[in-house]
């Protein structure tokens, strides 16, 4: 089944056409990966499909529903951004209880006990009472994907989660992204502009130039450029 569609999506600001009559299908429960060159509309792509943006031309579907005009509030989807984007005068465990607020219906489970479960989902078990400040950067991103989770979204937005970390913690991030992926088996939508990383994580693998897919397989059948 579709989770995720896309279908002629144009995005355009002033001179620019940033999505370019764009149609894919992304599947119930696949890891999905826009990878491209800096401006290649990767970001604005994941932007539309997040409801920050309104396609010019185009719509676009969740689970076959039109959700084009839909705000990004009542869209099934957890969204972590390049930088942390955690409060920093909260702990690591209100961080990811501010995310179970958008739960609905609430859980049957208390707050605290989800907190506990969803930091044990990303590694992180017991460091509910540390502030943000004392973790690693892929600690860090690893909480404000437990509070991205924390509604219980469909849909799992990435935009360059790992590209602030070092090569060596960004390795480790992959690996567990991958993991807890996984182990939720969470429609994923990843952008990066590393195809190491893209082709090391994903189930397919869009390759973005210009505004459009030129390319929409598995890692194995994507001719690799130098
Ligand atoms: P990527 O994420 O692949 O780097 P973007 O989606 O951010 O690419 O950008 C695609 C193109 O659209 C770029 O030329 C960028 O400058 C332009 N663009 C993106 N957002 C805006 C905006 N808000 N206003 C004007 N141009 C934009
Ligand atoms: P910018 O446009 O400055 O790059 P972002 O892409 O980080 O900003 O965020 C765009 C918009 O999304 C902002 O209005 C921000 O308040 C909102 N936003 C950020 N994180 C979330 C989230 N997890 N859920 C819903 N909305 C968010």
């Keep these: 089944p579709v989770a995720v569609s896309l279908e002629h999506v144009t995005k355009r600001y002033a001179e620019t056409t940033a999505v370019d009559d764009v149609s894919l299908s992304i599947r119930e429960g696949e890891f999905f990966t826009l990878v491209g060159p800096s401006g290649c509309g990767k970001t604005?792509?994941?932007?539309?499909?997040?409801?920050?943006?309104?396609?010019?031309?185009?719509?676009?579907?969740?689970?076959?529903?039109?959700?084009?005009?839909?705000?990004?509030?009542?869209?099934?989807?957890?969204?972590?951004?390049?930088?942390?984007?955690l409060f920093p005068h909260m702990s690591v465990g209100e961080n990811v209880a501010y995310g179970l607020e958008f739960a609905d219906p609430p859980g049957d489970v208390s707050d605290e006990q989800?907190?506990?479960?969803?930091?044990?989902?990303?590694?992180?078990?017991?460091?509910?009472?540390?502030?943000?400040?004392?973790?690693?950067?892929?600690?860090?991103?690893?909480?404000?994907?437990?509070?991205?989770?924390?509604?219980?979204?469909?849909?799992?937005?990435?935009?360059?989660?790992?590209?602030?970390?070092?090569a060596q913690l960004r390795e480790r991030l992959r690996v567990q992204v991958k993991a807890i992926q996984r182990e939720l088996g969470i429609t994923t939508i990843y952008v990066t502009h590393d195809q190491e990383e893209a082709l090391a994580i994903s189930d397919r693998v869009a390759v973005m130039s210009e505004g459009t897919p030129e390319q929409i397989a598995p890692p194995r059948e994507i001719y690799r450029r130098p």
């Excluded at 860090?140 to 590209?163: F, H, K, N, Y």
């Design 114 to 166: 989800r907190v506990a479960e969803l930091l044990e989902l990303v590694d992180l078990a017991g460091m509910e009472d540390r502030d943000p400040d004392q973790l690693s950067g892929g600690q860090q991103q690893r909480v404000a994907i437990a509070r991205a989770l924390a509604p219980g979204p469909d849909v799992l937005l990435l935009d360059e989660p790992m590209s602030a970390l070092d």
């Design 44 to 85: 604005t792509t994941l932007r539309l499909l997040a409801g920050f943006e309104r396609p010019t031309e185009g719509q676009v579907r969740f689970g076959g529903e039109d959700v084009t005009s839909v705000p990004p509030e009542d869209r099934d989807v957890g969204i972590v951004f390049q930088n942390y984007a």
